[in-house]
T-cell receptor
């Protein structure tokens, strides 16, 4: 149980294009979903927290107009990287917390490479 | 006050040995302390978690020791195996909110 999926697992795009990453909780409903970014050999950096039906809360320094987050349902959140640039290349990971729960279950991650 | 400090940064252990990773926190409001295991190119997977009302929790070869007065907690991996080679992250949160992660420990278990 408590499986979180992400799609796509890896994506290569040209500079200036937009990329959408989906995060789904497969066997539970999630009140809250989190989006992280991870650089090689570093810890996870929280980008934003999203709750179903409300606006995401972004961490300091994260551009909300560049990283658009939509939490359309209790099982789906999407992260759209708009006008991607090479410096946006990274490993993006989502996590989800079940209703009335505290444990965060992580997705497998999405490797983004912007050329 | 939101930081969680983790050590060591890297650890090499022989097969069958005990791996010990330590974390320290400042915020006494933290009430949930999970450990995650991450393999290269994968997302973190929950390994074991503890609350501050318990001093120790064991699941198989993995044990968390918790010292509330010292604001420290540690992960012990008994009978370490090459398959345990991964990066381990400690974390802390309060009331189910955002996790604050440690810097990570890269564990290598030699055959």
């Amino acid at each position: 149980g408590a499986v979180v999926s992400q799609h796509p697992s890896r994506v290569i795009c040209k500079s200036g294009t937009s990329v959408k990453i989906e995060c789904r909780s497969l066997d539970f409903q999630a009140t809250t979903m989190f989006w992280y970014r991870q650089f090689p050999k570093q810890s996870l950096m929280l980008m934003a927290t999203s709750n179903e039906g409300s606006k995401a809360t972004y961490e300091q320094g994260v551009e909300k107009d560049k990283f658009l987050i939509n939490h359309a349902s209790l099982t789906l959140s999407t992260l759209t990287v708009t006008s991607a640039h090479p410096e946006d290349s990274s490993f993006y990971i989502c996590s989800a917390t079940p209703l009335a729960g505290e444990t965060q279950y992580f997705g497998p991650g999405t490797r983004l490479l912007v050329l | 006050q939101q930081q969680v400090k983790q050590s060591p940064q890297s650890l090499i252990v022989q097969k069958g040995g005990i791996s010990i990773i330590n974390c320290a926190y400042e915020n006494t409001a933290f009430d949930y302390f999970p450990w995650y295991q991450q393999f290269p190119g994968k997302g973190p997977a929950l390994l074991i978690a503890i609350r501050p009302d318990v001093s120790e929790k064991k699941e198989g070869r993995f044990t968390i020791s918790f010292n509330k007065s010292a604001k420290q907690f540690s992960l012990h991996i008994m009978d370490s195996q090459p398959g345990d080679s991964a990066t381990y992250f400690c974390a802390a949160s309060f009331s189910g909110s955002r996790l604050t992660f440690g810097e990570g420990t890269q564990l290598t278990v030699n055959p």
